[in-house]
């Protein structure tokens, strides 16, 4: 399933730049590092790393809300 970013009013909303994950703490749940960018396109939802095709080709493992393209 992927949203438009811009559409969905993500477009200011932080990236994770080590596993693109869209983060809104301080830090990433996911590889717990604190580097970001706002620069990204289109949005990705996990909810089966296991089970879903898009989720191995971008290597994620961890459920949750992916932006495509990073900065
Ligand atoms: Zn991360």
Known sequence: MIINGVVM?????????KCRRIVLED?????????FSRT???VVLINDPNGSEIASL???KVPGK???WVK
Do not use: D
Not at 27 to 35: G, H, L, N, S
């Open 66 to 68: 992916y932006a495509l």
């Open 58 to 60: 971008l290597e994620l």
């Open 27 to 35: 830090k990433c749940p996911a590889c717990a590092v604190a580097e």
């Open 9 to 17: 009013g993500l477009e200011k909303q932080k990236v994770c730049r």
């Open 40 to 42: 990204w396109k289109g």
